[in-house]
């Protein structure tokens, strides 16, 4: 799904005054609880508002299609009725009241939203058939990809066709039914890249006229940071962490990946983009592995670094819980809280995000000074803003490290890290 970004084309974007230091936490509603329903998730809203969450990203809570549905319960990505909840997971009151609680306790919600596929019984597949892609013999057919390798079929999902003005006038009053109704603040938008930019930068026009939203793309082209979305997702992060996770990996790379970041020419993306930062989400639980998996002992040192180098940091539902299991895609598999274990640690981070200023997001937070302190197996940087200073050194091997900084000598064990905050 990554893909090489292009050229920056825009150095300026403001973003919503709530988005500048936050963080974002994402629900996967069937699994965050043994009821899997929005009244289950507007239960814990204290508890994560406690932790230090800002904004809430809820994975699709859409009715799901039943032909050809993946599962017994099927995809949340294979949507019915955009402006219907899945009784699976209660009515639009619901959605209402965890929305009204949310913003009650100072949190934000975006929705996720499916944008480039519907399910094969949602309605406009009989009453807008020109509205989908179609065949040589004029018929609907499976969202198809043959341009990799092995070709890769989304059997139940059919794909849309943005070149009817008529689709784009009704996703976007799909789009803005939620913002009215249920009064959210923004949407994750799944595979943006599929759809036409010139979309997305008619709908940000008019979604921001009825109330300023925040938009995060699951892609990582730049052009989308034109003047449609604040922020797209980081696989290139991603990607040096499993790297290190595997042993294949360490803080070389990552320094040589914070070089190209600090240049708009080398990185591709303007100064004022959010990047989100991630050790997990929803494909990576499910598909490619847990945080022991993917990590092992590497995890909560990489963690600490989604959320001191530049960019949005997430933290995906259960990790906190210390998620040690891929849950289930399209069966009810609900997370295990058991202790909490790592909540403290997350907690941790999520104040330290929100307190320095030299953290926040996009053109808002200050860039990475690489600091030199005599042992290739660390890395060490300092980020200032004005009378804000935090330092971080985190060691990226299984031994542990001596180094210099500030005159001293100290050492750290293995992936151990030290953050100091001024």
Not at 157 to 182: C, G, H, K, S, T
Not at 259 to 287: C, E, I, L, V
Not at 342 to 364: C, I, V
């Amino acid at each position: 799904m990554s893909q090489s970004p292009a050229p920056a084309t825009a150095s300026y974007m403001p973003h919503v005054d709530w988005s500048r230091q936050a963080s974002i936490y994402q629900i996967n509603v069937r699994q965050f609880s043994a009821e899997g329903t929005l009244a289950a998730v507007s239960a814990q809203l204290p508890r994560l508002k406690a932790m230090g969450v800002d904004i809430l990203w809820l994975m699709p809570i859409q009715p799901i299609g039943k032909l050809n549905r993946k599962g017994s319960l099927g995809s949340y990505y294979s949507i019915s009725d955009y402006t219907s909840v899945n009784p699976e997971f209660g009515t639009l009151a619901d959605a209402k009241a965890l929305v009204s609680q949310a913003h009650a306790l100072g949190l934000k919600v975006i929705l996720d939203w499916v944008p480039n596929h519907t399910a094969w019984d949602h309605p406009w597949t009989r009453e807008h058939k020109d509205w989908y892609k179609l065949n040589a013999q004029g018929e609907i057919y499976p969202v198809t990809f043959t341009e990799g390798p092995e070709p890769e079929y989304w059997t139940d999902v059919v794909a849309l066709n943005y070149e009817q003005p008529a689709l784009r006038d009704a996703m976007i009053a799909a789009m803005a039914f939620w913002l009215r109704e249920v009064g959210l603040d923004g949407f994750r938008c799944d595979v943006a890249s599929l759809v036409p930019t010139s979309f997305w930068e008619r709908a940000r026009r008019e979604l921001d006229a009825i109330k300023p939203v925040f938009m995060l793309a699951e892609s990582d082209k730049a052009e989308l940071h034109r003047s449609a979305f604040d922020m797209t997702y980081s696989w290139d992060l991603a990607d040096v962490f499993k790297a290190i996770g595997q042993g294949k990996a360490g803080a070389a790379e990552l320094r040589s990946w914070i070089q190209r970041q600090a240049d708009p020419k080398t990185s591709g993306y303007p100064a004022h983009a959010y990047r989100m930062r991630f050790t997990s989400n929803h494909d990576f639980n499910s598909w490619h592995g847990t945080d022991a998996e993917l990590y092992g002992p590497a995890y909560q040192a990489l963690a600490v670094l989604s959320f001191t180098l530049p960019g949005m940091p997430l933290i995906y539902g259960g990790q906190e819980a210390r998620l040690d299991k891929r849950l289930a895609f399209f069966e009810k598999d609900a997370i295990d809280w058991k202790l909490l274990e790592l909540q403290p640690f997350y907690t941790e981070l999520l104040s330290l995000k929100r307190k320095n200023p030299a953290l926040a997001n996009g053109q808002y937070g200050a860039p990475v000074q690489l600091l030199d302190v005599g042992n290739a197996q660390l890395l060490a940087f300092r980020r200032v803003a004005g009378a804000n200073q935090v330092g971080v050194v985190v060691n990226l091997s299984d031994q542990i490290q001596t180094y210099h900084l500030d005159g001293k000598s100290q050492s750290l064990p293995a992936w151990d890290w030290r953050v100091d905050a001024q």
